[in-house]
């Protein structure tokens, strides 16, 4: 399994929509609300509904990265989700046909959608440069969303475990090329704890998919309230910060 050892790690966000709605756990402290709506106090183009659902039609059209030529690792709505209920079928097959264009650049998708995103690739095949994923914080909203994504044609497909909110039991994952984890963040940030984390990190191990450890947040591994910075990314002594090769351009 080849790594990517090099610890900064740069991924551009590209957001033709923005804004969203809150349907798992995992959304209780998101981040990308708190932040939508700092940009719309301070004025920023794109964000005068603050974190109320958005499709940005200029930028489907401006098709920013068919412009750039630098191969590059784009997060394709990080501030929203592109199977979003109100997302319109025809903006969706813009993005799917930029990426599809781009073939020179990654792109990483998530949803917590994934019965839409399922639907939707049964009819559309995944471009090979598309980077499919789902969230997974616990077993009864994350793990129906992994086997819909393992249901998919694409053939890059990874889950992400931010925030990790419970022991994910034993689990399959056949298909999935990277798993991504984390603890949660903020004042009101629920704790992740080790137990999980050394579960996930060695099911990964011995299913032969890749482990990327993004971040403690607020609690540590042993459970204290410190923040991020002071709590760091460590699994059991070890800096697990590293994509698969072939995802960082």
């Not at 969230?135 to 925030?163: F, M, S, Y």
Request: charged share 25%; net charge positive.
């Amino acid at each position: 399994m080849s790594e990517n050892r090099n610890n900064k790690i740069e991924v551009t966000a590209w957001n033709p929509f923005t804004g969203c709605t809150k349907i798992s756990p995992a959304c209780q402290n998101c981040y990308a609300e708190g932040l939508a709506l700092k940009l719309k106090r301070w004025g920023t183009s794109g964000y005068d509904n603050g974190f109320d659902f958005t499709i940005h039609p200029d930028r489907l059209k401006k098709a920013v990265p068919l412009k750039r030529k630098k191969p590059t690792l784009y997060f394709i709505n990080n501030m929203s989700d592109t199977f979003h209920e109100d997302a319109d079928d025809q903006s969706i097959d813009e993005i799917i046909s930029i990426v599809r264009k781009a073939h020179w650049h990654n792109f990483y998708m998530l949803t917590k959608r994934s019965q839409r995103m399922k639907d939707y690739f049964s009819k559309e095949p995944a471009p090979d440069n598309l980077w499919l994923g789902v969230t997974v914080e616990d077993r009864q909203h994350g793990l129906p969303r992994l086997e819909d994504l393992q249901h998919t044609n694409a053939k890059n497909k990874h889950i992400c475990c931010e925030p990790l909110l419970e022991d994910l039991g034993d689990i399959d994952l056949s298909q999935i090329r990277l798993v991504v984890g984390g603890g949660e963040s903020g004042s009101n940030a629920r704790k992740a704890e080790l137990a999980w984390v050394g579960s996930l990190h060695h099911q990964c191990r011995s299913q032969n998919v890749h482990f990327y450890w993004k971040q403690w947040g607020s609690y540590g591994p042993d459970g204290v309230y410190r923040g991020v910075k002071k709590n760091g990314c460590l699994v059991k002594g070890k800096l697990l910060l590293s994509f698969p090769e072939d995802l960082v351009p």
